[in-house]
């Protein structure tokens, strides 16, 4: 890093988190903000679009986080979308983390008995090569690994397989390394000062993170094939002033007859639950009582129809 004096404008830059599904993407980035901005599950393929979140480091710099969808060998027609969704926000970034699961490699190693890097992650490798990122390769759920001598065979393997500029160890859960990886991250950053002002924290509009605490909760309380049927639409998002509180309507969309049924579950009790939990994650987020009331329609097909992928804003 060049010497810093009083003049020298503050580093600041756009950082891609890219990696296979589930490896912490979206959990990372919230603890790095200290807001949850992006949805995280224990689910593959939570997040479905590019998500923009900034934390500003008062006297040290500015990170413009971009979170994408997991990449993935896949062929269904959203999964594609989502897969380009990620390499493009590649093409828009100053620097790329490449997350892995220490965790998941570590148990395909043991299960398979051999040494490399799973399927999925060389697929992951692959892309990234293709492109010729700038990346530093951030290994996470360290917390999940009892013996910490096991991660340095790890870091070699994955170290051998691509190019990377640094390479830190973190736990996005726990915290531990994050405030490292941050230092790192600013120092590879051009001092250009801040991009945005600084108590900006995201560009998602209000009625999309409505729409995904609902999602989120859908693809927590429910199981198999729904996750990955459900598209949430928010109809209405209105401050009512005499009240002090937001009104919102949200309608969750699944694609047959069968997941409608249990999403609402016996006598309305999942969705119940469904709307507490994503009412008392929107109070939190927008400081504000909430007036929830949500829906559930059946689109038959849409995660294959371009049509409806661009209506909720995948395509
Ligand atoms: N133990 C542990 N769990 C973690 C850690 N980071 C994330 N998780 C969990 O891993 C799961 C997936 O986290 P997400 O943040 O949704 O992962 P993602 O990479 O954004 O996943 P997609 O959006 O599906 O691509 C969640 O259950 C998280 O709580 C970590 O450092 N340690
Ligand atoms: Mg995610």
Redesign the pocket.
């Known amino acids: 890093m060049s010497t810093s004096n009083e003049s020298s404008a503050l580093p600041s830059g756009f950082v891609a988190?890219v990696?296979?599904?589930?490896?912490?993407?979206?959990?990372?980035m919230?603890a790095v903000l200290g807001v949850k901005v992006?949805?995280?599950?224990?689910?593959?393929?939570?997040?479905?679009n590019r998500i923009l979140g900034v934390q500003t480091f008062p006297e040290k710099g500015q990170l413009c986080f971009v979170?994408?969808?997991?990449i993935h060998d896949s062929h269904r027609r959203l999964n594609q979308a989502l897969n380009r969704t990620a390499l493009q926000s590649l093409e828009e970034v100053d620097l790329v983390c490449h997350?892995v699961?220490a965790?998941a490699i570590h148990g395909w190693q043991r299960r398979t008995g051999r040494t490399g890097l799973p399927p999925e992650e060389e697929f992951v490798m692959h892309k990234l090569q293709e492109q010729k990122v700038k990346a530093v390769l951030v290994i996470?759920?360290?917390?999940?690994v009892e013996d910490k001598l096991k991660l340095l065979p790890l870091i070699e393997t994955l170290v051998e397989a691509n190019e990377y500029i640094d390479v830190v160890p973190?736990?996005?859960?726990?915290g531990e390394n994050l405030d490292r990886l941050v230092d790192l991250l600013l120092d590879h950053l051009p001092e250009q000062g801040l991009l945005f002002p600084e108590e900006m924290l995201t560009d998602q509009a209000e009625r999309f993170i409505a729409a995904e605490f609902v999602r989120e909760q859908v693809m927590d309380q429910t199981r198999k094939e729904i996750p990955y049927s459900v598209a949430v639409e928010v109809e209405t998002f209105r401050e009512n002033e005499e009240k002090d509180l937001l009104e919102i309507s949200a309608v969750i969309h699944v694609e047959r007859d069968s997941q409608k049924g249990i999403v609402i579950g016996n006598g309305g009790k999942r969705i119940k639950a469904i709307g507490t939990k994503a009412r008392k994650e929107m109070e939190k987020f927008f400081g504000k009582q909430v007036f929830l009331e949500t829906f559930v329609r059946v689109e038959p097909r849409w995660s294959e129809n371009p049509r409806h992928l661009n209506r909720f804003g995948y395509e």
């Open positions: 988190l990696g296979q599904a589930n490896v912490g993407k979206s959990t990372l919230n992006a949805i995280a599950t224990s689910k593959p393929q939570t997040t479905r979170d994408t969808p997991g997350l699961d965790a996470n759920k360290i917390d999940l973190v736990s996005a859960k726990t």
